[in-house]
C-alpha cells in the first residue's frame, strides 16, 4: 500500500493529562517529560493483500489520533481513533485490528493552496456500535473514559470534525536518529489491548521523506471526543508527499 499526502501535526502534552486514556498495560512514552498527541490526515492507495491483482485494491482516506508508548520497553503507538472514509472497511478493519475504527465522510482535494483535507465523524450504526463495544470490553478501566465519551457511541453529540489546508515549504529530508522528527515518526508499531492479551501489528517502510510544512487547521474537535481539552500550543507539522509500506497481520504478545 502507498501511503499519500500524510500530514503529521504534533502536539506536547502533559503525561499526566493523558495518562488515565491511555490502557494500563502500556506506558506513556514522553521525549524529555513531555508526552505528545498526534493527528495524522492521509490518503492510501494500492490497499490490498501481498500478491493480489492490481483490480482488487483499493483506496481511501484515513485520519488517526495517536500518542507514543512503550509495552514492556518496545516503542510503538497507541491509537485513540482511527476515521476511514468507508463505512464498511471502517467495521472490518475494526474487527481485525481490535482499534476503534469509526467511519467518516471524507473529503480530500487539491490546488493552489496546498491539500485540502476534511473529515466528519459518521454515527454509527447499531450492530457497530455493538461490535465497537465488544472490542472495547476487553480494556482496562483507565481506557474507559475514551470509549464512553465518543459521540459515535450514540447519544446525539456533534460528530468529531477534523478539517486543515496544509502544503510542503521545504525540501525533502529523512530525519537523524536522536532528534525529536524521527522520534515522532519513526514507530513502526501499534498496540491494542484487548481483553487479557495485547494486539501487536507492525509497519515496514523506508525512512519517511519527510518536508517542512505549513498548515492551516480550520476545525479540530478530535480531542473533545476523547475529553481531552484542546491544547493551546502550536503543533510541529510535517508532511510526506508519498511512502510504500507494508503491514504484518496483528498477533498477540
Not at 28 to 47: E, H, K, Q, Y
Not at 115 to 140: N, V
Request: charged share 20%; net charge neutral.
Amino acid at each position: 500500500m502507498t501511503l499519500r499526502h500524510g500530514l503529521f501535526v504534533n502536539w506536547p502534552i502533559d503525561p499526566e493529562r493523558i495518562r488515565p486514556h491511555v490502557p494500563s498495560e502500556l506506558t506513556v512514552d514522553t521525549r524529555d517529560g513531555t508526552a505528545w498527541l498526534s493527528v495524522l490526515p492521509f490518503v492510501l492507495t494500492n490497499v490490498g493483500f501481498r500478491g493480489t491483482p492490481a483490480s482488487t485494491r483499493f483506496a481511501f482516506a484515513e485520519l488517526n489520533v495517536r500518542t507514543y508508548v512503550t509495552y514492556r520497553g518496545d516503542p510503538g503507538l497507541y491509537f485513540f481513533s482511527v476515521d476511514v472514509g468507508q463505512q464498511l472497511l471502517a467495521s472490518v478493519a475494526g474487527w481485525l485490528t481490535r482499534l476503534p475504527v469509526f467511519p467518516a465522510k471524507m473529503h480530500v482535494g487539491g490546488g493552489g493552496e496546498g491539500i485540502r483535507f476534511s473529515s466528519r465523524r459518521l454515527h454509527a450504526s447499531s450492530w457497530q456500535r455493538r461490535l465497537q463495544d465488544a472490542m472495547r470490553s476487553g480494556r482496562k478501566p483507565e481506557a474507559t473514559r475514551a470509549a464512553n465519551t465518543d459521540p459515535s457511541a450514540g447519544g446525539g453529540a456533534e460528530p468529531p470534525w477534523f478539517a486543515a489546508t496544509y502544503r510542503p515549504t521545504g525540501p525533502v529530508e529523512t530525519p537523524d536518529s536522536g532528534t525529536l522528527e524521527h522520534w515522532l515518526t519513526e514507530r513502526r508499531r501499534f498496540y491494542a489491548p484487548n481483553r487479557d492479551s495485547v494486539l501487536v501489528c507492525e509497519v515496514a517502510h523506508d525512512p519517511w521523506p519527510l518536508q517542512p510544512a505549513e498548515a492551516t487547521i480550520t476545525e479540530n474537535t478530535m480531542f473533545d471526543a476523547l475529553g481531552l481539552a484542546p491544547t493551546r500550543d502550536e503543533p510541529l507539522v510535517y508532511y510526506c508527499d508519498e511512502l510504500e509500506m507494508t503491514g504484518s497481520i496483528p498477533r498477540r504478545l
